[in-house]
């Protein structure tokens, strides 16, 4: 067979015993099929790829956000919880108003009783 291929006349490749002609054929198909991969089915998995990185990403936000949605009750609940232990915590905080009475009363009344009254002043504190 290898005599027949040296002795092949690629003019007249029909003449050719037809083993000749299949090994050419099987070698042409194997061009076609490594050409065919590496222009259309290389960059199409390159793609895929980039989509499946993308989509593992997305699936974690989607269960994220899933988890989230099935709590909601819970955190509105938890919300409106803390929206009424603020208002408690802010009304028992001393008003402007009052500090102002309670120095002006302790100014006005204490010096004629014989009492000292001294200010102190409010110290902010820090924020954790």
């Not at 042409?28 to 590496?38: E, K, Q, R």
């Not at 955190?75 to 402007?96: C, G, K, N």
């Amino acid at each position: 067979m290898f005599n027949e291929l040296r002795d092949l006349d690629f003019r007249d490749i029909g003449s050719a015993p037809s083993s000749v002609r299949y090994v050419i054929l099987g070698f042409l198909l194997v061009i076609i099929i490594a050409i065919g991969y590496f222009l259309l089915i290389k960059t199409k998995t390159e793609q895929l790829e980039i989509v499946q990185k993308k989509e593992i990403g997305l699936r974690i936000e989607f269960e994220n956000k899933q988890e989230k949605a099935a709590n909601l009750e819970e955190y509105e609940v938890q919300l409106a919880e803390m929206q009424e232990l603020l208002e408690t915590m802010f009304r028992q905080l001393p008003q402007q108003d009052r500090d102002g009475q309670i120095v002006g009363g302790c100014l006005t009344d204490s010096p004629g009783r014989g009492n000292r009254c001294s200010v102190v002043p409010a110290q902010r504190r820090n924020s954790p």
